[in-house]
Nanobody, 125 residues
Framework: QVQLVESGGGLVQTGGSLRLSCAAS????????MGWFRQAPGKEREFVAA????????YYADSVKGRFIISRDNAKNTVYLQMNDLKPEDTAVYYC??????????????????WGQGTQVTVSS
């Protein structure tokens, strides 16, 4: 069973930066898409960003465009989320997601079949 191992969360002040990493535990995992979702207390899990493995096309939620950058390292089966200009409303548990099949949808958590354990990001005002 493939596991997604996340790292990089923490506490940061408003305007600061953090970088999240997520690695698939098996190098032979056939990645189609990897992405990030987040869930704040009392709210539903929401899409943050995704990257298509074949060509590197990226997709972002409007709330993070221009501030967050998703990237990948194909050789390491690892996805990164560089988060800049962080705001208190970015505070949430961030989850890495992946799928090993083709799907044209990127924004719904229903379209991913592997999930990380989550990492807390807290932005203080």
């Amino acid at each position: 069973q493939v596991q997604l191992v996340e790292s990089g969360g923490g506490l940061v002040q408003t305007g600061g930066s953090l970088r999240l990493s997520c690695a698939a535990s098996e190098r032979t995992f056939s990645t189609y898409t990897m992405g990030w979702f987040r869930q704040a207390p009392g709210k539903e899990r929401e899409f943050v960003a995704a990257i298509r493995w074949s060509d590197g096309n990226t997709y972002y939620a409007d709330s993070v465009k221009g501030r967050f950058i998703i990237s990948r390292d194909n050789a390491k089966n690892t996805v990164y989320l560089q988060m800049n200009d962080l705001k208190p409303e970015d505070t949430a548990v961030y989850y890495c997601a992946a799928r090993n099949f083709y799907d044209s949808s990127y924004y719904s958590d229903q379209h991913y079949n592997y999930w990380g354990q989550g990492t807390q990001v807290t932005v203080s005002s």
